[in-house]
DNA sequence: AATACGGGGTA
DNA sequence: TACCCAGTATT
């Protein structure tokens, strides 16, 4: 429950579960729509599915360590490590989106935080930090420690209590960890599809492939009435992503029938321009699967 | 290496 | 609004 969820959001699923499902046994014989039930809300439902296969193979064998525990569906090297050092005491750095950002900082290591190379790196540092006593206690002290303390913004370093340790503090740059490499400001990509009338009825059109030797020309998906005739284009579009938004870019256009080329008299050229409005759509409502409905509402 | 997967909180 | 959250599986 605790994988990108807040802890605060976890704790009223986690105890209405556990009274619902006691034990890996009673998790495993349930139906799955029910498990999905208790689940309902907390988001990220293939955990759900995932835990109560899990429970199939607990409720059987008891892994030994690390390695057996992450060969359960769902768990990956941080659920694995904070599981072996919390639950059986094994010297494993849990290594979550806390830990990173606190090791970047203790560190003052400017590395790029999403990649792998950093976050083997990172996991490394870590597990040469842990207490090998008290794993358990020292991986919960490493995430609290960046849940309330090293904050991604604005950390709180005069309340910390290894801020004597933090190469960062020193430096001056806690502020500036860790380093997240930023998208491309405006990711530009060609939408494929437009609207065109032929006489009273309208019709998707869709550009062919770039590696197509009519790559410039746009075709009509299905034929519309027999050549000749006339198409209006009444307007198309583009789009671009700006971090978190997705935009598109509408403008007319008129484009001549070419009956001369290929594809039995579906093909014209494309004769755009004069930008006119934006309109943006949060990326969330604009999904692969909703992308072809979605793009015709601004036309 | 990129992406999908959810819902909610925060600056 | 943009980012983040005690990540993992899939492509």
């Not at 998790?27 to 199939?56: I, M």
């Not at 910390?160 to 960890?177: M, S």
């Not at 770039?210 to 009509?220: P, T």
């Amino acid at each position: 429950m605790l994988q990108q969820t807040r802890v605060e959001a976890v704790i009223p699923f986690y105890l209405a579960f556990l009274a619902r499902f006691p034990d890996a046994a009673s998790l495993a014989a349930a139906p799955e729509a029910e498990v999905l039930a208790a689940w309902a809300g907390l988001g990220y439902y293939s955990r759900a599915r995932n835990l109560r296969r899990a429970a199939e193979i607990l409720a059987t064998v008891a892994p030994a360590g690390y390695e057996e525990i992450l060969c359960l569906p769902g768990v990956g090297p941080y659920t694995a490590a904070a599981l072996a050092s919390i639950a059986l005491g094994q010297p494993w750095a849990a290594v979550d989106g806390n830990v990173l950002r606190v090791v970047s900082r203790l560190t003052n290591d400017p590395s790029e935080i999403g990649s792998g190379a950093t976050k083997r790196r990172f996991t490394e540092t870590a597990q040469g930090l842990l207490s090998p006593s008290r794993p358990g206690d020292f991986n919960q002290a490493m995430m609290e420690l960046g849940a309330t303390v090293c904050l991604p913004t604005n950390p709180r370093c005069l309340l910390c209590p290894v801020a004597q340790f933090c190469a960062a503090r020193q430096a001056g740059t806690q502020a500036q960890l860790p380093v997240k490499l930023g998208k491309p400001a405006a990711r530009r990509l060609e939408l494929h599809l437009l609207r065109c009338s032929v006489g009273s009825s309208t019709y998707l059109v869709k550009r062919s492939g770039e590696e197509s030797r009519l790559a410039d020309f746009w075709e009509l998906p299905q034929k519309p009435a027999e050549p000749p005739f006339e198409v209006q284009l009444e307007c198309t579009f583009s789009h671009q992503i700006v971090n978190d938004r997705f935009q598109v870019h509408v403008w007319g256009a008129t484009l001549p029938v070419r009956p001369d080329l290929p594809g039995g008299g579906n093909w014209f050229e494309p004769d755009a321009r004069k930008e006119i409005p934006v309109t943006t759509i949060t990326r969330k409502a604009l999904t692969r699967r909703n992308l072809n409905k979605s793009v015709q509402t601004p036309c």
